[in-house]
């Protein structure tokens, strides 16, 4: 016998909250960054999901330097939602492009 009910898992699916994906977060954290601090994001060095949302770490340009290779850049620790939405940023380091972490 069909089910007439009308409610089947795809509507269940439609019911429940809609959250964004791992791409759309990404994209999000990194134009909220941008706005927030008025700088672009140039990539990003780490990504996971939170117990409540996501935290990245997002590399920014800070301070364009001639030669490139002197420009500062900063690592920012990146918190949003489970929405995608930030709800707290704050730097981490700030380091020459050209310079590589030492081995511990």
């Not at 330097?65 to 709800?87: F, I, K, N, Q, W």
């Not at 380091?93 to 050209?98: D, N, P």
């Amino acid at each position: 016998m069909a089910n007439t009910s009308g409610n089947t898992s795809g509507d269940k699916r439609k019911s429940q909250e809609e959250l964004p994906g791992a791409m759309d977060v990404l994209r999000g954290a990194r134009a909220q960054l941008a706005e927030l601090t008025g700088m672009e994001a140039e990539s990003v060095s780490s990504f996971e999901r939170a117990e409540n949302g996501w935290v990245l770490r997002i590399e920014v340009l800070e301070l364009a330097r001639v030669p490139d290779t002197m420009s500062l850049l900063a690592s920012y620790e990146v918190e949003l939602d489970r929405h995608g939405e930030l709800t707290g940023y704050r730097r981490l380091r700030r380091y020459e492009r050209g310079r590589a972490d030492r081995n511990p």
